[in-house]
């Protein structure tokens, strides 16, 4: 990937939707806090990232973040095959949230990105 996108997604629960709306931002699933980061996908990503991490799960969601603003905060990490993933270093904020939606799948199965 030459050019690197500037929107993100991170897939939350309904229960950690639920916190992210009371607190105003996400430290974190129990595996970014083990990794010491969160968890983001690309577009092209995302789809890999709900069938491994997510498979038989209802009432997902899923986030779109808006990178630009989130500085050096925002790593471009090697994982799945060498891919390259964002992963942010710190809490993702309700200011870099800049859309949101329940995750949905179109006619082929592709997941809707809000």
Do not use: N
């Not at 996908?41 to 973040?65: C, M, N, P, R, Y």
């Not at 095959?81 to 800049?98: D, N, T």
Request: net charge negative.
């Amino acid at each position: 990937m030459s050019e690197l996108p500037v929107l993100a997604y991170k897939v939350l629960t309904s229960e950690q939707m639920a916190a992210f709306g009371r607190d105003g931002g996400f430290a974190g699933a129990p595996v970014d806090l083990t990794d010491g980061f969160i968890h983001m996908s690309t577009a092209d990503q995302i789809d890999e990232t709900v069938a491994k991490h997510f498979a038989g799960q209802d009432g997902l969601l899923v986030l779109a973040v808006d990178l630009a603003g989130l500085g050096d905060a925002v790593r471009w990490e090697p994982s799945r095959g060498g891919a390259l993933f964002p992963h942010l270093y710190g809490a993702l904020e309700a200011e870099a949230v800049v859309a949101s939606c329940a995750l949905a799948r179109d006619v082929s199965g592709k997941i809707v990105l809000p």
